[in-house]
């Protein structure tokens, strides 16, 4: 990608990544009982988030979004041309933080401190190489698999909303439908 095909793809990202984050929020706004963030219904050797979680909860993917997606955006905005990804190691956002409203201001305010970052990013930030897990991206095509990332896992909180009874905003049905997405 050269000039500003870039930038243009990345003003589309920006606007669907506030978007995701938005329809996230309207899921867990459906959640009245704290109970519910650390519930497990479905209890077996499969039921795990990669191999340093061995249960997934709603409280667990709202945490995994908040340190996954800040460290990511973080790393890619080094001042280097080729960037290794490396696995989170910001656990201390979370320390002392309960699930329920503690937890979503969390959510909100790490979000608002990566759209910062991401604001800053431009279009050599977008054209360098990072590398994850094997993989080596773009930087705008690793902010693509975040968006994805994002969207898988919020896929796993509607089914564990509806093992729990509530039923979840419909996906898509974004908050936000005065402005033209993308």
Request: proline letters at 2%.
């Given at each position: 990608?050269?000039?500003?095909?870039?930038?243009?793809?990345?003003n589309?990202?920006?606007?669907?990544?506030?978007?995701l984050?938005?329809?996230?929020?309207?899921?867990?706004?459906?959640?009245?009982?704290?109970?519910?963030?650390?519930k497990?219904?479905?209890?077996n050797?499969?039921?795990?988030?990669?191999t340093?979680?061995?249960k997934?909860?709603?409280?667990?993917?709202?945490?995994?979004f908040?340190?996954?997606?800040?460290h990511?955006?973080?790393?890619?905005?080094e001042?280097?041309?080729e960037?290794m990804?490396?696995k989170p190691d910001?656990a201390?956002?979370?320390e002392?933080?309960k699930?329920?409203?503690?937890?979503i201001?969390?959510?909100?305010?790490?979000?608002?401190?990566?759209k910062?970052?991401?604001?800053t990013?431009?279009?050599?930030?977008l054209?360098k190489?990072?590398?994850?897990?094997?993989?080596k991206?773009?930087?705008?095509?690793?902010?693509?698999?975040?968006?994805?990332?994002h969207?898988?896992?919020?896929?796993q909180?509607?089914m564990l909303?509806r093992?729990h009874?509530?039923?979840?905003?419909?996906?898509?049905?974004?908050?936000?439908?005065?402005t033209?997405?993308?």
């Amino acid at each position: 990608m050269k000039n500003n095909a870039a930038l243009v793809e990345f003003n589309r990202f920006l606007s669907l990544h506030e978007q995701l984050f938005l329809q996230t929020l309207n899921l867990l706004n459906d959640i009245d009982n704290d109970e519910i963030y650390n519930k497990i219904f479905i209890d077996n050797n499969v039921m795990y988030l990669g191999t340093r979680v061995n249960k997934i909860t709603i409280g667990g993917l709202i945490r995994h979004f908040v340190l996954a997606e800040i460290h990511w955006f973080e790393i890619m905005k080094e001042d280097k041309e080729e960037i290794m990804i490396p696995k989170p190691d910001n656990a201390s956002l979370l320390e002392h933080i309960k699930d329920g409203n503690d937890l979503i201001e969390r959510y909100k305010e790490v979000f608002a401190k990566g759209k910062k970052i991401l604001e800053t990013y431009t279009e050599k930030d977008l054209n360098k190489t990072v590398s994850f897990m094997g993989r080596k991206y773009t930087t705008m095509g690793f902010l693509w698999v975040t968006f994805g990332h994002h969207s898988y896992h919020l896929g796993q909180i509607d089914m564990l909303m509806r093992q729990h009874e509530i039923y979840p905003a419909e996906y898509m049905e974004w908050p936000n439908n005065e402005t033209v997405i993308g």
